[in-house]
């Protein structure tokens, strides 16, 4: 069965860090893209980051996004990541790792940040 189990969310205030976990079981973790997603408040669902597979062992960082978050993973552990910096309010939402294997997409039940000014 897959899981995928999401952690780290929190309340911060605007300019802060947080990194987000999550912890991926029931499938080759290291041979699948992973991705991480947001929905924020009366928004639709949307992608973050993705990053793609690596060679076992390897800790693969993927692009920041707008130079502020980063996804990471480390195949070793079947750990993904994503660091998120100068964290703004409009970066509040529920926060989702995902991994689509075909032909299903499966998703963690999600963490939630909020950032207030």
């Not at 699948?32 to 060679?55: C, D």
């Not at 076992?56 to 993973?73: A, D, E, Y």
Request: hydrophobic share 35%.
């Amino acid at each position: 069965e897959v899981q995928l189990v999401e952690s780290g969310g929190a309340l911060v205030q605007a300019g802060g860090s947080l990194r987000l976990s999550c912890a991926a079981s029931g499938f080759s973790f290291r041979t699948y893209t992973m991705s991480w997603h947001r929905q924020g408040p009366g928004k639709e669902r949307e992608l973050v980051a993705t990053i793609a597979a690596a060679v076992p062992g390897q800790l693969r960082h993927g692009n920041p996004v707008s130079g502020r978050l980063t996804i990471s993973r480390e195949n070793a552990r079947n750990m993904l990541f994503l660091q998120m910096n100068s964290l703004k309010p409009e970066d509040t939402a529920e926060y989702y790792c995902s991994v689509r294997i075909p032909p299903a997409r499966f998703w963690g039940q999600g963490t939630q940040v909020t950032v207030h000014a």
